[in-house]
């Protein structure tokens, strides 16, 4: 029979794995996070942009 304190353990010992495998990665996953966002926001931009001047040529810029 499985009792509630089995099920806590086994909670936070999978805890304590994930976090030995992300002290194992270091920053690695934070600099790709932080690549992603920026190519993302840059992307934005460069569509905004394009929409912009779009919207101007039409005169439908506000």
Not at 6 to 29: A, E, R, S, T
Not at 33 to 58: D, H, S, T
């Amino acid at each position: 029979m499985i009792t509630m304190t089995d099920v806590f353990y086994g909670i936070g010992n999978f805890c304590q794995w994930i976090f030995k495998g992300m002290k194992v990665l270091g920053h690695g996953p934070n600099i790709i996070m932080w690549a992603i966002i920026v190519f993302l926001i840059g992307y934005q931009v460069v569509r905004m942009m394009k929409e912009n001047k779009e919207a101007e040529r039409n005169g439908t810029l506000k």
